[in-house]
T-cell receptor
Framework: GQQVMQIPQYQHVQEGEDFTTYCNSS?????IQWYKQRPGGHPVFLIQ?????EVKKQKRLTFQFGEAKKNSSLHITATQTTDVGTYFC??????????FGSGTRLQVQP | DGGITQSPKYLFRKEGQNVTLSCEQN?????MYWYRQDPGQGLRLIYY???????QKGDIAEGYSVSREKKESFPLTVTSAQKNPTAFYLC??????????FGPGTRLLVL
């Protein structure tokens, strides 16, 4: 079936270090979205990428969509304790509903 | 996401009992979705609806049922056929195929 894989599952960094999570789909995606879920909370939309090779930035966050539209990454520069949470990618594989990755849980040590 | 409400926040189910989780949105979104999240896991799609009076099975629909009689409402029933219902249930809505806005979720526990 349709699968969206995400690595790593978990990452623990010192505050100020960079962080990257990677997302790979078994099928071509029409778009990819990224969400953040704080502990005990619900997912909150961060960004959507649509075009092949697209790169978008939000302050310290950089999002990329692969040329083949099968992979994506989220990079956080100089992490802060407010970045703590689980980051999910989610792709539309053509059924007009998102398939979510398993998420990467980020812990930031002050 | 402030326009999506889910109730109750916590729900307890006895063995063999059906329970219904409420999801209401006032964002005028056509599409609504139900997800299940187990501890430390990602979101798995249960059912989704892109228009009133129509809905499709997601990846883990067995043991669940839904209805979409109104645009604003998409209740989820966890039936007794769902043998392992303990989880965090999230409802979302959005323009079809676009950004999804999530409600605060319902935690279902089995007694």
């Amino acid at each position: 079936g349709q699968q969206v894989m995400q690595i790593p599952q978990y990452q623990h960094v010192q505050e100020g270090e960079d962080f990257t999570t990677y997302c790979n789909s078994s099928t071509t995606l029409s778009n990819i979205q990224w969400y953040k879920q704080r502990p005990g909370g619900h997912p909150v939309f961060l960004i959507q990428l649509v075009k092949s090779g697209e790169v978008k930035k939000q302050k310290r966050l950089t999002f990329q969509f692969g040329e083949a539209k099968k992979n994506s990454s989220l990079h956080i520069t100089a992490t802060q304790t407010t970045d703590v949470g689980t980051y999910f990618c989610a792709g539309d594989t053509g059924r007009r509903a998102l398939t979510f990755g398993s998420g990467t849980r980020l812990q930031v040590q002050p | 996401d402030g326009g999506i409400t889910q109730s109750p926040k916590y729900l307890f189910r006895k063995e063999g009992q059906n329970v219904t989780l409420s999801c209401e949105q006032n964002l005028n979104h056509d599409a609504m979705y139900w997800y299940r999240q187990d501890p430390g896991q990602g979101l798995r799609l249960i059912y989704y609806s892109q228009i009133v009076n129509d809905f499709q099975k997601g990846d883990i629909a067995e043991g669940y049922s839904v209805s979409r009689e109104k645009k604003e409402s998409f209740p989820l029933t966890v039936t007794s056929a769902q043998k392992n219902p303990t989880a965090f249930y999230l409802c979302a809505s959005g323009p079809t195929g676009e950004t999804q806005y999530f409600g605060p979720g319902t935690r279902l526990l089995v007694l």
